[in-house]
């Protein structure tokens, strides 16, 4: 059974950062893409970013310079590091996996940057 479980979540100020964890149990982290999406109530769930399995990264424009997605192996673990903060970037925040034709939804968590 997959399941995707974040943690790190909270409230900051503008300017400030946060580090998202995603741990992940059923799959390895390694041999797969992983991203992490947002969404805030009302609207679409946008996507922020991801980790190829072969550790390749890419990011949505409006968080390019500033989050870095990663990877720890040995402990089967996605994280989102953000800097820089800022007010538009409160949201709910996912991670998600694909496995086959299944798509996995972590519980989400919430990030909110106050002005």
């Known amino acids: 059974q997959v399941q995707l479980v974040e943690s790190g979540g909270g409230l900051v100020q503008a300017g400030g950062s946060l580090r998202l964890s995603c741990t992940a149990a059923g799959i390895a982290v390694r041999a797969r893409s992983q991203d992490w999406y947002r969404q805030v109530p009302g609207k679409q769930r946008e996507w922020v970013a991801t980790?190829?399995?072969?550790?390749?990264?890419t990011y949505a424009d409006s968080v390019k310079g500033r989050f870095t997605i990663s990877r720890d192996i040995a402990k089967n673990t996605v994280y989102l590091q953000m800097n820089s903060l800022k007010p538009e970037d409160t949201a709910i925040y996912y991670c998600?996996?694909?496995?086959?034709?299944?798509?996995?939804w972590g519980q989400g968590t919430q990030v909110t940057v106050s002005s």
């Open positions: 980790i190829s399995g072969f550790g390749l990264t």
């Open positions: 998600h996996a694909k496995v086959g034709i299944e798509d996995y």
